[in-house]
């Protein structure tokens, strides 16, 4: 397993199309048809200053502080990220729900922990993300996990902002 092949360059073509159908729903107003899967970012550009709108999955959500957790999949250079550490107040959309939120970084060990309970709870999504990162979330140890969350996948808390 190599770093490059974890934060590789974006996907092109037919993989581009289908990862960003999310972002299409949401924009036709047909965000809840992705139960609850799938997180729109609403940030603010770190050089532009410009309103920008970013579609995730959702790695886990803890109910009792309703909590959300993503995970950058192109790594700690992805644009969006990078914006989230700049501005890390922003409001997301779940479904038909609007939340503002701060963004936090997680320990290494919980991000492991969460892609593990991900795994768990989605088997064939997993199976797909590992594929498409060229990370095999079935084979991988805990400590394999840490290491590259630690290295190049960095999972993100997004949790409510009290008004």
Same mark, same amino acid.
Not at 19 to 27: E, G, N, T, V
Not at 46 to 55: N, P
Not at 148 to 162: G, Y
């Given at each position: 397993?190599?770093?490059?092949?974890?934060?590789?360059?974006?996907?092109?073509?037919?993989?581009?199309?289908?990862?960003?159908?999310?972002?299409?729903?949401?924009?036709?107003?047909?965000?809840?048809? @992705?139960?609850?899967?799938?997180?729109?970012?609403?940030? =603010? /550009? *770190?050089?532009?200053?410009?309103? +920008?709108?970013?579609? &995730?999955?959702?790695?886990?959500?803890?109910?009792?502080?309703?909590?959300?957790?993503?995970?950058?999949?192109?790594?700690?250079?992805?644009?969006?990220?990078?914006? @989230?550490?700049?501005?890390?107040?922003?409001?997301?959309? =779940? /479904? *038909?729900?609007?939340?503002?939120? +701060?963004?936090?970084? &997680?320990?290494?060990?919980?991000?492991?922990?969460?892609?593990?309970?991900?795994?768990?709870?989605?088997?064939?999504?997993?199976?797909?993300?590992?594929?498409?990162?060229?990370?095999?979330?079935?084979?991988?140890?805990?400590? =394999?996990?840490?290491?590259?969350?630690?290295?190049?996948?960095?999972?993100?808390?997004?949790?409510?902002?009290?008004?």
């Amino acid at each position: 397993m190599t770093e490059k092949s974890l934060v590789g360059k974006p996907p092109i073509g037919l993989l581009r199309l289908a990862l960003r159908m999310p972002l299409l729903l949401y924009r036709f107003r047909m965000g809840w048809l @992705l139960d609850g899967r799938f997180v729109l970012l609403n940030h =603010i /550009g *770190r050089k532009t200053g410009q309103a +920008h709108k970013t579609v &995730v999955e959702v790695l886990g959500h803890a109910n009792a502080s309703d909590t959300y957790y993503i995970i950058s999949g192109w790594g700690y250079k992805a644009n969006w990220y990078q914006n @989230l550490r700049t501005t890390p107040d922003i409001t997301i959309q =779940i /479904g *038909r729900r609007h939340l503002d939120v +701060h963004v936090e970084t &997680v320990s290494a060990k919980e991000g492991a922990q969460l892609l593990i309970d991900y795994r768990d709870k989605h088997p064939f999504a997993a199976r797909e993300l590992s594929s498409i990162m060229g990370l095999n979330l079935f084979e991988a140890s805990p400590e =394999i996990l840490e290491a590259t969350v630690q290295k190049s996948l960095p999972v993100l808390a997004l949790r409510p902002r009290l008004s």
